[in-house]
């Protein structure tokens, strides 16, 4: 029996079938509908990983896995029950390379551990965080090509991955860019990038067990502000202009229920009369001052015009108010977020043409008041400009049957509104894909179903997820 | 002190509610209206102090940027010369200043 050779193979500590443990892996913030895995198996090592996904193959039942706890999009919901498989023991940060600027770690690695990493070893070294609590994985961040502080100069955190470790459907390991040659980790060119059949998989293809991830210089100098924007129009064009120049570290566009929020308000459904409608964020940093003086002044000079107040430095910000210390420092908390009945949360996000990002934005923004939840909308230029993120989030009471087929249509009809416009959602919900599967190329649809049937010939491998 | 209407009050006037909530030095009498970025908000001190989104009538009038306002808030010096010329007072000034040093962090 499958649950007597796991707990032969691995000890009985690391495999848990209570009623109480499985609920914690069946479900996630959003309004996905829980499904219970049969058994949850904790790894610790590699071989554990081994060991489980071979007998997963012996024993035809399936696979998903999960790390961080605070899951979205129903990534991790194990639809058709099996092993969830929980990385998250697997913690170690196995290099930090300061000429080379990359560091191997391992799933259960948190924003928390590299940001304290780095700040007491490394202080020559930055990394772009996500606004995903602390506690959370960087690798599984960087699976799903997810959003940081530093995207607007590198882009998405699946862009800064040199290479991976994964354990394949058989058992088999493989690695992926230069650490292929076993010597160093330090980038994916010039090998083929096999990496990508493993990003924005959703773990279908293999179970990734190491991840080796691009580090940045720190800068000597840095400056925050908040500029308060009265158009989302005016706003956009701000952020494109300044992304093309290079002026700044990160450029983050915050709706105005966010802002009250943070602060302990509850959001209405329209921004008051004269009220800003954005809060922008801008990072600056430089080893030089008098750079760092010479990028203010052209921001400034980019941001004259009725449509932006001053800028407000970050720092008295947090002074006055220490409650926005956790959402303006970073890693960033979003805590506050989730501190309401029910504790549900749900998002679209998505990356997409600056060409179409106001329109898109303000239709988004309309859309969410239309269905009565106050638009809380992230905004960010990403590499440069060469796509930008849009990021909606909606706040519900998770126990109420009425409220998540709500946050459904919701969903659904920003899904299309987006993809309308050129914006494809990532995190992509399995529904998304089943939904809008007809836009999809065939092409791409039979290359990738073909990829899956060469990896996973049984279909084990988080069944349920992308179009499987 | 209450925030009216919270569900519909401006980020100014959260801002002001929030640091009146912490002061413990008194408000002075009347009706302050503070202007910042476009945005209005009054604190209406008398025996149910209330703090309002948007305009209406005022004893006196502080008007500063968001930036400005937060700085003056922050700065732990005396309170005049962090203000410089970028604060616009209108009526009694003594009770402008009384009221930003009473919400100052």
Redesign the interface.
């Known amino acids: 029996m499958l649950i007597e050779d796991l707990v032969g193979a691995l000890g009985a500590q690391r495999v848990d079938v209570s009623e109480q443990t499985r609920w914690d892996f069946a479900k996630d913030l959003t309004e996905a509908e829980p499904r219970l895995p049969d058994v949850v198996v904790r790894a610790g090592s590699v071989e554990h990983v081994q060991t489980v996904l071979r007998l997963s193959r012996q024993y035809k039942v399936p696979i998903t896995p999960v790390v961080g706890g605070f899951n979205m999009s129903g990534l991790t919901i194990p639809e058709c029950g099996g092993i969830a498989l929980d990385l998250s023991a697997m913690n170690r940060i196995l290099e930090v390379n300061e000429t080379d600027l990359y560091m191997l770690i391992e799933p259960g690695v948190t924003w928390e551990q590299v940001y304290r990493e780095l700040g007491e070893r490394h202080p020559s070294l930055r990394f772009g965080y996500s606004t995903a609590p602390p506690t959370t994985s960087v690798l599984a961040n960087g699976l799903l090509d997810g959003q940081t502080n530093l995207s607007l100069r590198y882009g998405t955190t699946g862009q800064w991955v040199n290479g991976v470790e994964v354990v394949l459907a058989d058992g088999e390991i493989v690695r992926t860019g230069s650490g292929a040659f076993g010597v160093s980790w330090c980038a994916g060119p010039p090998m083929p990038n096999l990496t990508g059949l493993f990003i924005n998989a959703h773990g279908i293809t293999g179970i990734v067990t190491k991840m080796s991830i691009q580090l940045f210089p720190a800068r000597r100098y840095r400056k925050r502000y908040l500029v308060p924007a009265f158009d989302e129009s005016s706003l956009c064009d701000f952020m494109v202009k300044a992304a093309h120049e290079e002026l700044c570290d990160d450029l983050a566009g915050l709706s105005w229920p966010l802002s009250k929020m943070a602060l302990g308000a509850s959001p209405g459904t329209s921004p008051a009369p004269g009220e800003p409608v954005f809060y922008c964020i801008i990072d600056l940093s430089s080893n030089d001052r008098a750079e760092l003086s010479l990028r203010e002044r052209r921001v400034r000079r980019l941001l004259k015009g009725d449509a932006f107040a001053g800028l407000i430095d970050a720092a008295s910000t947090v002074q006055t108010f220490p409650q926005l210390k956790k959402f303006i420092e970073l890693p960033a908390r979003v805590d506050f977020l989730l501190d309401h009945p029910g504790g549900g949360m749900s998002f679209i996000g998505a990356y997409g043409p600056a060409s179409q990002w106001s329109r898109a934005i303000t239709a988004g923004m309309n859309t969410m008041a239309s269905h009565n939840y106050p638009p809380v909308t992230l905004l960010r230029p990403m590499q440069g400009g060469h796509y930008n993120l849009i990021h909606h989030l909606v706040l519900f009471n998770r126990d109420s049957e009425e409220e998540r087929n709500r946050v459904r249509a919701l969903n659904e009809k920003l899904c299309e509104g987006l993809l309308d416009l050129g914006f494809v959602p990532y995190k992509t919900p399995a529904w998304v894909l089943r939904r809008f599967a007809s836009r999809l190329d065939p092409g791409f649809r039979k290359l990738q179903h073909q990829i899956k049937v060469t990896l996973d010939p049984d279909g084990l491998l988080n069944p349920g997820k992308w179009l499987t | 002190v209450t925030?009216d209407t919270?569900?519909?009050?401006?980020?100014?006037?959260?801002?002001l509610y929030?640091?009146i909530q912490r002061s413990s030095r008194p408000l002075p009498a009347g009706t302050a209206m503070i202007i910042s970025?476009?945005?209005?908000a009054r604190i209406i001190n008398d025996a149910n102090p209330v703090v309002m989104?948007?305009d209406g009538p005022a004893d006196y009038t502080i008007k500063a940027?968001?930036?400005?306002l937060?700085?003056i808030?922050?700065?732990k010096g005396p309170l005049l010369p962090a203000a410089t010329v970028r604060v616009r007072l209108r009526g009694n000034p003594l009770k402008a200043w009384a009221l930003l040093r009473a919400i100052r962090?």
Do not use: I, Q, T, W
């Open positions: 925030l919270p569900s519909r009050a401006n980020f100014l006037a959260v801002c929030e640091l970025d476009g945005m209005k989104s948007g940027g968001l930036g400005v937060l700085k808030l922050a700065h962090c």
